[in-house]
Nanobody
Framework: QVQLVESGGGSVQAGDSLTLSCAAS????????MAWFRQAAGKERAFVAA????????YYADSVKGRFTVSRDNAKNTVYLQMTSLQPEDTAVYYC?????????????????WGQGTQVTVSS
């Protein structure tokens, strides 16, 4: 079993930055893709960013491209999401997830372990 724990969320002003962390325990995640999804109140969970097992490939939702950066430290079994120029529409619960394979994907069903989420609130 893999446990994923997100941290780093909080309440910020528009234009601020935050970095989320996702620490894995129980098993290494170094051979698997990892991703971040988010769910705003009243909306379905949506893809944010993904990273391949080596970090060599990254993918982003159009809404965050150029503002968010996903990275990983396999030695620490941790994945990060650096968020800059945050906007109120970025307000959501952010979840990290472990992929079923080493290749990153946009779709939820390609991820089999999920964290509990961390709240990010951006006020204008």
């Amino acid at each position: 079993q893999v446990q994923l724990v997100e941290s780093g969320g909080g309440s910020v002003q528009a234009g601020d930055s935050l970095t989320l962390s996702c620490a894995a325990s129980g098993q290494t995640v170094s051979r698997y893709a990892m991703a971040w999804f988010r769910q705003a109140a009243g909306k379905e969970r949506a893809f944010v960013a993904a990273i391949s097992w080596s970090g060599g490939r990254t993918y982003y939702a159009d809404s965050v491209k150029g503002r968010f950066t996903v990275s990983r430290d396999n030695a620490k079994n941790t994945v990060y999401l650096q968020m800059t120029s945050l906007q109120p529409e970025d307000t959501a619960v952010y979840y990290c997830a472990r992929g079923k394979t080493s290749s990153a994907s946009y779709t939820e069903y390609e991820y089999d372990y999920w964290g509990q989420g961390t709240q990010v609130t951006v006020s204008s």
